[in-house]
């Protein structure tokens, strides 16, 4: 059966493709512009009919080039954390017209350089970057030399400025090993994820400098680094419960990680916190419920998605030379895990 589709034409106005869709030149205007104020389903519409039609507004800058494309970078989709950003920046994204393509990289520094050249070559508008290597840069200077703006979340490279969405790592760090060390424990462990990680280098550093600021000195046999997800928290546990001296409370970097330990501990016979206590960060939605219990940092998932397109959508709309951080505020959620009493159970 053949399509409805009109024909191709040298030169379509937006008038026709207005009247193709139903609505005012002005909404097609709007929509072409990347401008807010119309709904989902007819900016979509509108992006759709104007693809078929041929259309290419003239005026508009840039603008006119437009793919409707953004990358998202991400370490996997393994991690919660991950998946829950890739939602919401999704949403986000479709709700300007935008689609999105995810590409993961498992934490290696060729694949990385490899989905940023395919990104280049796809002519993205812009990528949202989860998996920067604190010491590698490659990927960045291929996307910098095809003038495709990025925008790091969570983590960044240290030799490639750009915009950055996180939290305040070291503080949030800081406050968890803090109430950690308020529970009385003294021998303490800490597992981060990859140390190539500005994220997860930056929170280790903090859980040891506040325990050393304490009078517990957390050895190098107790800084362990792995992946970033359950596994990742086995093995380490593996190693530190395995031990002749465990420690009293293993402190994560990633709740992940940490429900790898708590697993690998239960399955040990241990009960937690009794014979162990572990908290982690992020504070993913089942880590903090009832059945897992997990003390742990929370980040605004939503809010540094939306955050991060903001500032990518800004910057392929208004191309600058200057860079935005914007540090999210993070907040601690005190479940059982750590060694506090369960909350009160609700009110019948």
């Not at 389903?41 to 041929?54: D, H, I, N, Q, Y």
């Not at 994820?193 to 506040?210: D, H, I, K, N, W």
């Not at 014979?275 to 960060?281: E, M, P, Q, R, T």
Request: charged content about 20%; proline content about 5%.
């Amino acid at each position: 059966m053949q399509s409805a589709v009109p024909k191709r034409t040298a030169k379509v106005s937006a008038a026709a493709v207005a009247r193709a869709c139903g609505v005012s030149p002005a909404t097609v205007s709007y929509v072409m512009n990347g401008r807010p104020g119309v709904s989902v389903e007819t900016r979509r519409e509108v992006l759709k009919t104007a693809t078929e039609l041929g259309f290419r507004p003239t005026g508009a800058g840039d603008l006119a080039t437009l793919t409707r494309v953004v990358g998202l970078i991400l370490p996997n989709i393994v991690n919660q954390m991950y998946t829950g950003w890739a939602e919401h920046i999704i949403t986000v994204t479709a709700a300007e017209g935008f689609e999105v393509f995810v590409a993961t990289t498992q934490d290696d520094a060729e694949s990385l350089a490899q989905v940023a050249s395919t990104f280049a070559a796809r002519n993205v508008d812009g990528v949202i970057i989860a998996a920067a290597l604190r010491e590698d840069s490659r990927a960045l200077r291929t996307l910098r030399q095809k003038r495709i703006p990025y925008v790091y979340l969570s983590r960044r490279s240290e030799h490639i400025p750009g915009d950055f969405v996180g939290i305040d790592d070291d503080a949030a760090a800081s406050q968890l090993m803090a109430h950690v060390l308020s529970h009385g424990y003294s021998e303490i462990a800490t597992v981060i994820g990859p140390r190539f990680s500005t994220a997860s280098l930056a929170r280790e550093q903090a859980f040891v400098r506040t325990a050393a600021a304490s009078g517990v000195i957390i050895s190098g046999d107790r800084k362990i680094s792995t992946r970033l997800n359950s596994h990742g928290g086995l093995v380490a546990a593996e190693k530190l419960l395995g031990s002749a001296d465990p420690p009293q409370a293993i402190v994560c970097g990633s709740d992940e990680i940490a429900i790898g330990v708590m697993e690998h501990a239960l399955s040990l016979g241990l009960r937690i916190p009794a014979d162990v206590a572990v908290v982690g960060s992020d504070g993913l939605p089942h880590s903090r419920s009832r059945l897992i219990g997990m003390t742990t940092i929370v980040q605004p998932v939503k809010k540094m998605a939306e955050r991060a397109f903001e500032l990518l959508l800004n910057q392929i709309t208004s191309p600058r030379t200057t860079y935005a951080h914007a540090v999210c505020a993070h907040r601690i959620h005190l479940g059982t895990s750590c060694g506090c009493p369960p909350p009160d159970p609700p009110a019948a």
